[in-house]
C-alpha cells in the first residue's frame, strides 16, 4: 500500500469529516485540505482550564516530556489539522496509524524531531510538529528544614523555590545555599537559593521533575564581612565559596570602599587567627580565577575604605537668619563671618547678643573625677562647688563668641571657626529684661538701652526686706552665665537679674556659735593657766 493511500484511512481514524470535493483529491500530491471540525476545538477547550503561570516560555531544549503533558500535534502539506494528545503513564501518545510513539523522558526538541520522522516515514507530503499545551503536574519529595516536609504537588516546570515554599518554607535552622536536588534518573545537583534571589542565577534554582528529592539541610557554617560592603553581616558559608561570590552575596562595595586590597582573618587552628591580605582588585576583575581566593568558614573580610572619601559637614542655622537652613561647609570648616554673609545675615527681630553656637561633643561626655565625686556626694559642697556645677550645666556644648561684635565691627579679632555639625541659634529678641529674687514686684520688665541694674530693680517695686544686696547676680542672655553685678558694665536685653534673700539665722543657731566660741576659750585659758604654775 503506497503511502498517499494511507491518508484517508488516517484522516477517518482521526475523526474528521471529509467534505466530497476533498475526498476525490486526496490522493493528488498537490492538494491542500483543512478540516474545521479538528482538534482545534477540543484543544481551545481544554486550553481554558487554569493553571499557575509559567515564569516564561517553555525552553524546548530543556523541558523533558513526560505523563500527563497535553500536547498538541498540528499537520500541514497534504493535510492540514490540529490534535490534542496527552501523554500517558507510560511516556507515550498513540497516534492512529502509527501507534503508540514514545516521547517520555525527551526533551520537546527530541520528540519533535521523533514524530516529524514517523510520519515522513509513513506518510507521503504530511508533515507534523507538536507543542506543549498544558505542562503536567508533578510530585517532588522534600525533606529537611522546611515547614511541612514530604510529597508536594507542582506545575511543571517547577523549581525548587516552589517546592520549598509548597513545604510551607525554611525553618529558622535552615540552610539556604546547600541543598541538594537528588534526581529521580540518579543525578545529584546542587542549590543555592540565597545566590539566586540575590544574584538572580536560575541555574542556582534548577528546574525539577517527577519523583524529585530536594533535601533542605540544617546551616551550620557562616563567614562574616565588615566595612565597605552593601549589606554587613554575617552570611552562609559553601564550600568552595570565594571572596568575589561572597562580596556579591553582601551586594558588592560601597563607593567609599577601597578596592586595591582586602583583609580576611582566619583561624589556623581552635584559637589562634591571623589576617591575610588580598589585592581586591585582581579578585572582582577576574571571578574563579587564581587572584580570586577560596574562603575557609568563618573567614571574617574586612573592607577598608578610601580615607578621607566625599568628607562632608553641614551647620545648621536656626531662629532669626534671613535664610534659615542647612549649610554645606568645608570638610575643614568655614569662618563665622563667611557663614553670615551666606544666610544673608539678621532679621530685624533678631536677639544678636543672645546667639549662640551649640557644638555636640564638646565638652566630654565622661565626668572628671572631681565632677564625679560632687554627683556621688563624695565630697561635701560648698558654694563654689555648686556654682561649678551650675556653670557647666550651663556651658554644655556652647561656644565662647560675641556675636554683636564680630557683626558691628567687621574684624577678624571676634571670628571664628564653624565645624561640621555645629548648630547657630539666633533666638527672636524680647525688648525685656527678666528681675527676679528679693525684689517686691518680680517679673519682666522692658528693657531700656542706657539703662542701669539699680533702675531695672526698682521698676521691679525696689529691693525686699530680706534682699541681699551684696550678692545680686545677672544672667547673660549672650552667654548663659552668671556673673556678680559688680562686674556687669551694662544690663542688655534679655539679661536676668537675681537678687537672692540673706541667710536666716535663729537664735539657737547664734547660742550654739557662741557657747563654741567660749569653750574654745576656756580651753585656752585653762591651757596658759597649767603652764605658768
Known amino acids: 500500500m503506497s503511502r498517499s493511500s494511507l491518508l484517508l484511512p488516517l484522516l477517518l481514524a482521526l475523526g474528521f469529516s471529509l467534505p466530497a470535493q476533498a475526498a476525490a483529491q486526496v490522493g493528488e500530491p498537490d492538494s491542500k485540505e483543512s478540516y474545521g471540525v479538528s482538534g482545534e476545538t477540543r484543544a481551545g477547550v481544554r486550553s481554558q482550564v487554569e493553571f499557575p503561570p509559567l515564569e516564561g516560555p517553555v525552553d524546548p531544549e530543556r523541558y523533558l516530556v513526560g505523563p500527563g503533558d497535553d500536547l498538541e500535534l498540528a499537520l500541514s502539506g497534504r493535510i492540514t489539522a490540529r490534535v490534542p494528545l496527552t501523554v500517558n503513564a507510560e511516556g507515550s501518545i498513540y497516534v492512529p496509524n502509527l ?3 514514545p516521547v517520555g523522558g525527551l526533551t520537546l526538541t527530541q520528540a519533535r524531531a521523533r514524530l516529524a520522522s514517523e510520519f515522513e516515514r ?3 507530503g504530511v508533515h507534523a510538529d507538536i507543542t506543549l499545551l498544558r505542562p503536567r503536574r508533578i510530585l517532588v519529595h522534600v525533606s529537611g528544614e522546611v515547614m511541612r516536609p514530604g510529597l508536594v504537588e507542582l506545575q511543571a516546570p517547577a523549581r525548587v523555590s516552589e517546592a520549598i515554599k509548597k513545604a510551607g518554607g525554611f525553618t529558622d535552622k535552615a540552610s539556604k545555599r546547600n541543598l541538594t536536588v537528588e534526581r529521580a534518573r540518579g543525578a545529584v545537583e546542587r542549590a543555592d537559593l540565597k ?6 542565577l536560575f541555574s542556582e534554582n534548577p528546574q525539577l521533575d517527577n519523583g524529585d528529592v530536594v533535601r533542605v539541610p540544617v546551616s551550620l557554617q557562616t563567614v562574616e564581612v565588615q566595612g565597605e560592603a552593601a549589606n554587613t553581616g554575617v552570611l552562609e558559608f559553601r564550600s568552595g565559596d570565594r571572596l568575589s561570590g561572597i562580596l556579591a552575596l553582601a551586594g558588592g562595595l560601597r563607593a567609599a570602599a577601597d578596592s586595591e586590597s582586602v583583609e580576611v582573618w582566619r ?6 587567627a591571623r589576617p591575610l591580605v588580598f ?24 573592607v577598608r575604605n578610601v580615607a578621607n572619601w566625599h568628607r562632608h559637614a553641614t551647620v545648621e542655622v536656626i531662629g532669626e537668619a534671613v535664610r534659615p537652613g542647612t549649610y554645606a561647609i568645608p570638610p575643614q570648616g568655614q569662618l563665622a563671618s563667611e557663614l553670615i554673609a551666606r544666610f544673608g545675615g539678621f532679621t530685624t527681630f533678631a536677639d544678636i547678643n543672645s546667639a549662640t553656637v551649640f557644638r555636640p561633643g564638646l565638652l566630654p561626655t565622661r565626668d572628671t573625677a572631681y565632677v564625679s565625686m560632687l554627683r556621688a556626694g563624695m565630697r561635701e559642697f560648698d558654694g563654689k562647688d555648686a556654682e561649678f556645677l551650675k556653670v557647666r550645666a550651663l556651658a554644655q556644648g556652647n561656644l565662647s563668641t560675641r556675636p554683636r561684635k564680630l557683626v558691628s565691627d567687621g574684624g577678624t579679632r571676634e571670628d571664628f571657626r564653624l565645624q561640621g555639625g555645629d548648630y547657630v541659634i539666633i533666638p527672636t529678641r524680647t525688648s525685656s529684661v527678666a528681675v527676679y529674687g528679693a525684689v517686691r514686684k518680680p517679673g519682666v520688665v522692658a528693657f531700656t538701652r542706657g539703662a542701669a541694674l539699680e533702675d531695672y530693680i526698682n521698676i ?16 547673660l542672655a549672650t552667654t548663659g552665665q552668671p556673673v556678680p553685678a559688680s562686674d556687669v558694665e551694662s544690663v542688655e536685653e534679655g539679661d536676668l537679674i537675681w537678687v537672692p534673700e540673706r541667710e536666716r539665722v535663729s537664735f539657737w543657731h547664734t547660742a550654739a556659735g557662741l557657747i563654741t566660741v567660749f569653750a574654745e576659750l576656756a580651753t585656752i585659758y585653762l591651757v596658759i593657766d597649767q603652764a605658768t604654775r
Not at 195 to 200: E, K, S
Not at 461 to 472: M, Q
Open 99 to 101: 501507534g503508540h510513539v
Open 122 to 124: 509513513r506518510f507521503r
Open 267 to 272: 583561624f589556623f587552628n581552635p584559637t589562634e
Open 460 to 475: 521691679a517695686g525696689g529691693f525686699g526686706k530680706r534682699a541681699d544686696r551684696g550678692r545680686v547676680r545677672v544672667t
Open 195 to 200: 545566590r539566586y534571589v540575590t544574584l538572580g
Open 279 to 302: 589585592l581586591l582588585r585582581a579578585a572582582l576583575e577576574s571571578p574563579g580565577g587564581p587572584s580570586d581566593p577560596v574562603l575557609e568558614p568563618d573567614d571574617r573580610i574586612y
